[in-house]
């Protein structure tokens, strides 16, 4: 085959200049290179499997001896691998395990038993065997939650704490779990949290947050009060990337109980493609060195992990099998007893069909948290990179889950709910600010927050006062008490009431269990007491259909209760009108043998409807047909069929009265036929069964093409407005006039109407 | 489990903050009165220990160990604690140095498996070169 490069102009195809201008064509894809890491499973230089136990410690793993570990082989032998169940788990052939995972008669107790005493290299030769959809049933079995959520990414280009706080509250009212924000500028980070902090908490109680920063200041902000869980404690599947990532395995478990000595919830972070990005692959695949992350996560005592490739998830997808890859690394971590974030957070694709694929694999099984951020804001306003998925995508999403039946974790929204929730959480913020002494956020801010899309629409603040002003914040002593106390004083007791609640949740620290989250209702008002989920009171029981999670009752409810959702009950109401006076039912038609065109129309026909789909008033529709036989000379009589609704059978009945044996089917919706007797009633001369784009001027041409068929003379073709999308946009009219007309069915034969009605 | 855990739920009446304030008297009204203080705010190393039995009855015996070394910790002051994290990282300590932390940790604050924790940290670093150098 000849390269493109070397083609003649005259050679080049125009549909792959077509094809070259698509979105997925924006995509760099590129083949295997596992030596530079670049290849997402099975690398040639993944080690086998392999586990040997002396006296109780592990002295070989992976085809290593204990003298030639590193640092994470160490940590996992020593803190990962449930030595008690190793030796059986290893002994198991992987394939069984693979058929375990996806048989609905092994409990997940059963699969994660076993998993826990796998080493990476084995958990990656288990996946080996699976396909898509058998991790998907996989994932919808080992998810740790019974109940699947969602996370939110809340931040803004300008940082502003009234903006930050709608939109928080925005997304706490459309049901997200957890809010997650981070900085621009860093030393923003306790005003983002303190914005998010009590968005959220007037959208509803009991919703979690967290603000990315730099270790040492996440753990500042929780000892705060400020966050009540941290995600970015990142891991990778090598010493060298681990390293460079400015820690070790000791040193991220003792962060993780420092967070925990504080009540506060600890998610990890990991995800494919980290290593190679960071040049520390050592030649193994990225799914090998992700099951080391997990279990270095396991072994800290991480209660979760946020993976899913996350913000590298451009590079597994630009290689063979990325996708699948991203899914088996969720899969691993439910497998082994971890929470899951599942990804679906950074922009991973241009074209909206391969984000939405990719989607489905962690949306139709469910998973603990389906987005490890989704962007509840604009694009350019989400300082994570970008949200694959955005405020922009709301109302996709929720489509998507009432399509389906399946709970993505987001409710439905009201624009009247959303502004009012939006105006709470703005004025909220800014009694905090004026109660602290921070700098004032004035009304004309607020006003701005309430109805704003991104920051484009706020005003700017002075960035050097609040910058001082989060400097001395921090400093202080000033934390969660300080703000619910001071929304207490301006009056927002329910607010400062939900920022209290979440500081007794953390005297409890039920929110530590695998999975947590609050549930409780939308709202500030009534949010309490709030209701811990988690793997504890809510273990995921999934053992095929009829078990496990299912999006039912009120929940299935509130989910598909669209904003966008009407009534059907009135669609019909604009087609019926008075019934036009100038048309008369005479009696019983006869046959006849005149040089005639029979123009039979539906039984609904100028009674119980009397417009067509397209709004034309079936008087006009009739005059204009008869204009256009009277137009070849020939004249027309009218009948209504009874027996039947269906525009064959009309014009079928219609044919066998015509004198010239020609006639004119018409629903009363419009759509219409030219028939012709002694065919078959399925077949005809001419169809038009565009009714939406049929205008007056089609009706008298369909009038004149029947005369002309009458007379033996060839018909001109009728221009018909091509309309791909009229059947979409009006199929639940087009089924309920249909049913309207079917209504009107009578056992009785054709009857001959008269039309009061002249040429012109 | 279900008589257990939440145990905001189950041990409504035994359950204290870290300043010993039972965490039904956290109240809007006590906050009012000026009563509160970022102590009743705090878990304490009995609701530590407690949900880290929890975890490790439900088949999670690493979370339970982290909630373990959680309990001791809650002993050590915010401003120690990011001292020692940070004495953790790569290259931060010698060795002598770390040993010393973990000393601390089991002398000062009783923190034994903390203090295990950091002892086995510091012969890993040691092994593979993650240690400061000594000056």
């Given at each position: 085959m000849k390269r493109e490069s070397e083609m003649s102009a005259e050679n080049k195809s125009r549909r792959f200049a077509v094809l070259a201008e698509r979105?997925?064509?924006k995509e760099t894809f590129v083949e295997p290179w596992p030596e530079a890491?670049?290849?997402?499973?099975?690398?040639?230089?993944d080690p086998r499997p392999s586990l040997r136990i002396e006296a109780g410690r592990v002295v070989e793993m992976d085809g290593k001896a204990r003298a030639d570990f590193d640092s994470l082989d160490l940590f996992i032998a020593d803190h990962a691998l449930d030595l008690s169940v190793a030796a059986e788990a290893m002994a198991t052939p992987s394939l069984q395990i693979a058929h375990m995972l996806t048989?609905?008669?092994?409990p997940q107790t059963a699969v994660r038993r076993l998993a826990c005493g796998c080493t990476p290299a084995k958990l990656v030769e288990i996946i080996r065997h699976m396909n898509v959809l058998e991790m998907m049933i996989g994932l919808a079995k080992m998810r740790v939650r019974r109940t699947p959520a969602n996370q939110a990414h809340v931040t803004n280009w300008k940082e502003h704490p009234a903006l930050l706080a709608a939109d928080a509250a925005e997304a706490a009212l459309r049901g997200f779990a957890e809010v997650e924000t981070t900085v621009?500028?860093?030393?923003n980070a306790p005003f983002n949290a303190l914005a998010v902090l009590v968005g959220t908490q007037t959208g509803r109680g009991g919703v979690l947050t967290q603000c990315a920063v730099e270790e040492s200041l996440g753990l500042r902000l929780a000892m705060k009060g400020l966050t009540t869980y941290a995600e970015t404690l990142s891991v990778y599947g090598t010493e060298r990337a681990f390293v460079d990532g400015d820690d070790t395995p000791w040193s991220k478990a003792f962060l993780a109980a420092a967070y925990a000595s504080r009540g506060v919830k600890v998610r990890f972070t990991s995800g494919t493609g980290s290593e190679a990005l960071m040049g520390?692959?050592?030649?193994?695949s990225m799914l090998y060195l992700e099951a080391r992350c997990l279990l270095v996560t396991k072994g800290a005592g991480s209660q979760g992990v946020q993976n899913g490739?996350?913000?590298?998830i451009a590079l597994p997808e630009s290689l063979p099998g990325g996708v699948r890859a991203v899914l088996a690394e969720n899969l691993l971590a439910s497998m082994i007893g971890l929470e899951c974030a599942s990804?679906?957070?950074?922009?991973?694709?241009?074209?909206t069909m391969r984000k939405s694929a990719k989607l489905m694999l962690q949306f139709i099984p469910g998973?603990?948290?389906?987005?490890?951020?989704?962007?509840?804001?604009?694009k350019r306003d989400n300082?994570?990179?970008?949200?694959?998925?955005?405020a922009e995508d709301f109302d996709d999403w929720n489509v998507l889950q009432r399509d389906m039946q399946v709970d993505g974790g987001v409710l439905p929204a009201t624009e009247e709910a959303v502004l009012a929730v939006r105006e709470r959480a703005a004025r909220a913020i800014q009694a905090v600010y004026a109660g602290l002494g921070l700098p004032p956020i004035t009304d004309a801010e607020v006003a701005a927050a309430i109805t704003a899309?991104?920051?484009?629409?706020m005003p700017d603040r002075d960035a050097v006062a609040d910058l001082a002003a989060a400097d001395r914040f921090l400093a202080s002593d000033a934390g969660m008490l300080t703000v619910a106390e001071a929304l207490r004083r301006a009056g927002f007791v329910d607010i400062a009431a939900n920022i209290l609640e979440m500081g007794r949740q953390r005297v409890a620290g039920?929110?530590?269990?695998?999975?947590a989250i609050f549930t409780s209702p939308a709202g500030?008002?009534?949010?309490?007491?709030l209701r811990v989920l988690s793997a504890?009171?809510?273990?995921?029981?999934?053992?095929?259909?009829?078990?496990?999670?299912r999006l039912e009752g009120t929940r299935w409810e509130a989910l598909q209760a669209i904003r966008q959702a009407q009534s059907?009950?009135?669609?019909?109401a604009p087609h019926v009108g008075p019934s036009s006076p100038r048309l008369v039912e005479l009696g019983l038609a006869r046959p006849s043998t005149r040089a005639e065109i029979i123009v039979a129309v539906g039984p609904?026909?100028?009674?119980?409807?009397?417009?067509?789909?397209?709004?034309?008033?079936h008087e006009a529709v009739l005059a204009a047909i008869l204009s256009g036989v009277a137009d070849e000379g020939l004249t027309a009589r009218i009948v209504k069929v009874y027996?039947?609704?269906d525009l064959a059978a009309i014009g079928y009945a219609g044919a066998e009265l015509s004198g010239s044996g020609i006639a004119i089917g018409l629903q009363s919706r419009g759509t219409a036929v030219i028939h012709k007797r002694?065919?078959?009633?399925?077949?005809?001369?001419?169809?038009?069964?565009?009714s939406p784009s049929l205008t007056l001027e089609t009706y008298r041409a369909i009038g004149r093409n029947a005369a002309r068929y009458a007379k033996g003379v060839p018909p001109a073709p009728v221009g018909v407005k091509i309309d791909n999308w009229a059947r979409l946009r009006l199929i639940v009219k087009t089924a309920l006039l249909h049913r309207r007309e079917t209504d009107?069915?009578?056992?009785k034969p054709p009857q001959e109407l008269w039309f009061d009605w002249e040429p012109d | 489990m279900d008589d257990i855990y939440p145990l905001m739920e189950h041990a409504a009446d035994t359950l204290c903050a870290?300043?010993?304030?039972?965490?039904?008297?956290?109240?809007l009204e006590r906050l009012a009165a000026g009563e509160l203080t970022d102590a009743d705010l705090r878990i304490a190393a009995d609701a530590l220990r407690a949900q880290a039995a929890i975890a490790l009855a439900a088949g999670y015996p690493q979370l339970a160990a982290n909630l373990r070394r959680a309990a001791e910790l809650t002993a050590v002051p915010n401003a120690e604690l990011l001292r020692m994290y940070e004495t953790l990282?790569?290259?931060?300590?010698t060795h002598a140095e770390m040993l010393a932390l973990a000393a601390r940790l089991e002398?000062?604050?009783?923190?034994i498996e903390t203090g295990a924790f950091v002892r086995e940290a510091a012969a890993v670093y040691l092994s593979r070169g993650l240690t400061a150098p000594t000056p």
């Open positions: 979105d997925i064509n890491g670049l290849i997402v499973a099975d690398s040639p230089y048989d609905i008669n092994v621009r500028v860093a030393r520390h692959a050592e030649r193994c490739s996350i913000s590298c990804g679906n957070d950074a922009l991973a694709s241009h074209s998973t603990d948290f389906i987005c490890s951020g989704y962007s509840a804001v604009p300082l994570f990179g970008g949200g694959n998925f955005d899309h991104s920051s484009d629409d039920d929110y530590l269990q695998p999975a500030a008002e009534g949010s309490r007491p504890i009171n809510d273990p995921n029981d999934y053992a095929g259909p009829g078990t496990g999670y059907p009950r009135h669609f019909v609904a026909f100028n009674t119980a409807l009397t417009r067509t789909i397209a709004g034309l008033e027996r039947s609704s002694g065919l078959a009633r399925l077949n005809n001369l001419e169809l038009f069964p565009q009107e069915i009578a056992d | 870290a300043s010993g304030r039972p965490a039904a008297a956290i109240t990282r790569p290259g931060r300590a002398e000062t604050y009783g923190a």
